[in-house]
């Protein structure tokens, strides 16, 4: 949500960052009109405020002195009719520039470059050595269902496309990888983590709470709403309505809508371990095998809520964190700084880590880590109090995945595969796993 007072005094700079973005400036056409409308109409009626003020004041003067008031009569309930149309004139004035604010997607930061699709992305930094095998490599699907760790048929037949089954050592697997990814957050600096304070919030949330960070109104068609409350109607944002989270940046965003923090401390920083849902409306034929577009997945998210002062340096340190649980299980993978034709509506800068998959000789998004600024904190409501001033301001917000596990999953089953089709836990994950060492072929029941 961009601050009105900000457009107006920008508009050139604005529509700038817009077209940058991708973004059609013709969308502020008609901006200035309608913000000079709305402004007039509220001068107007404040001014004609003023003159049935003075007016009933008069009639006051008149009745006490026993004189025909008929006259003020009529002309005050004149005035209070014009007042009423400028009001309601003004209202809807207001209501436009705000869906129109509503619509557009957040400014890139000045260090973001320029481009248009994911192609001019720019790598900042590779991790880790290819591995070589002297064999074919596979694809995570293939090394999944010949151990018997993965099931996508009997999932299937459970609830559709786009799901998984996990079974023995593979669910294991998932469960001591989000372990790992927890136990590594929320450890104290000083015992070589990262401080972050465990959050275990609902999955389901209302639309209010989808709208503080971003996806409502725009991007309802790619998130599962509840019928418990009847159909989600675009502009009505509830509180009693329930939408399975794409993210747990959702819940742990919003745990300070509509208050104000106290950050004299510094950042607060929360990480959270979920279920995400998505429908994966517009990937239709993509990414069709395994475990890479999923309508259910598990992921461990971190959320910061800082001092605009400190958000990039935070922003440095949040993506870190992400990096550092690949390079603890020895996947490679790369940092990509996006354009800003391919960064997310809320975002105003944001890396990519995309880790390497031999299966596929591909790098593939594993992490997302964004610094959000004020957008999320304006839609949503979150201010901190600056020291020495007795005005409250908005926070900046970021998020990342720390990592995103289905896709760590994968890429493990990718990276340490064997030649005899048995894969090798990395060593991080070997107290999670009770101190297995190998994945190898496990039966569970056949099909008769």
């Known amino acids: ?15 700038e960052k817009l077209r940058l973005r991708g973004v059609d400036p013709g969308l502020l056409q ?36 026993g004189g025909d008031v008929a006259l003020v009569a009529t002309q005050t309930t004149s005035l209070k009719e014009k007042t009423d149309q400028l009001e309601a004139r003004a209202a809807d004035a207001d209501l436009r520039l705000r869906e129109l604010l509503e619509s557009l997607p957040n400014l ?4 973001v470059p320029a481009g248009t699709s994911e ?22 699907w293939e090394i999944g269902e010949n151990l018997g760790i993965l099931d996508f048929e009997r999932a299937a037949k459970i609830s559709g496309a786009r799901f998984v089954l996990q079974l023995g050592s593979g669910a294991r697997l998932e469960r001591a990888l989000a372990n790992f990814m927890l136990d590594l957050h929320t450890r104290e600096p000083k015992n070589g983590g990262h401080g972050y304070v465990e959050v275990l919030p609902p999955s389901l ?33 509830q509180e009693s309505d329930h939408w399975l989270i794409p993210t747990a940046e959702v819940p742990v965003t919003n745990i300070f809508r509509d208050e104000v923090i106290d950050l004299t401390n510094g950042s607060i920083s929360f990480t959270a371990y979920t279920s995400c849902y998505r429908s994966e409306a517009g990937s239709h034929g993509k990414d069709t095998r395994g475990m890479i577009r999923q309508h259910q997945f598990q992921k461990v998210e971190l959320v910061k809520f800082t001092r605009p002062e400190d958000s990039a340096a935070e922003h440095e340190a949040l993506t870190h964190h992400a990096e550092t649980v690949l390079e603890r299980l020895g996947l490679p993978y790369r940092r990509m700084l996006l354009c800003t034709g391919d960064m997310g509506f809320s975002a105003a800068k944001t890396y990519d880590l995309e880790v390497w998959l031999p299966g596929q000789q591909t790098y593939r998004e594993i992490s ?22 007795k005005k409250s301001e908005f926070v900046h917000t970021l998020n990342g995945s720390g990592l995103a596990v289905g896709r760590t999953y994968l890429a493990i089953l990718e ?11 990395p060593e991080a994950l070997q107290p999670y796993m009770n101190g297995e060492t190998l994945i190898r072929k496990q039966s569970f029941g056949r099909a008769l």
């Open 108 to 111: 890139p930061s000045d260090d």
């Open 205 to 237: 949330v209302n639309s209010r709470s989808l709208y503080g960070t971003g996806q409502l109104p725009k991007f309802a068609e790619d998130l599962f709403h509840a019928d418990d409350k009847g159909p989600y109607v675009p502009g009505q944002l």
């Open 30 to 65: 008609g901006f200035s009109d309608l913000d000079t409308a709305r402004r007039s109409a509220i001068t107007e009626a404040e001014t004609l405020k003023a003159q049935r003020n003075a007016l009933s004041a008069e009639f006051g003067r008149i009745k006490r002195e």
């Open 368 to 389: 997302s880590c964004s610094n959000f600024e004020s957008f999320q904190a304006r839609r949503a409501n979150i201010k901190y109090k600056p020291e020495g001033s």
């Open 119 to 140: 192609h001019d992305n720019v790598v900042q930094k590779t991790w880790g050595k290819i591995p070589t095998f002297d064999f074919p490599a596979k694809p995570h």
């Open 1 to 15: 949500m961009h601050d009105l007072a900000f457009v107006r005094a920008n508009l050139p700079l604005v529509e």
């Open 415 to 425: 990276n340490y595969q064997q030649a005899d089709g048995s894969v090798r836990i």
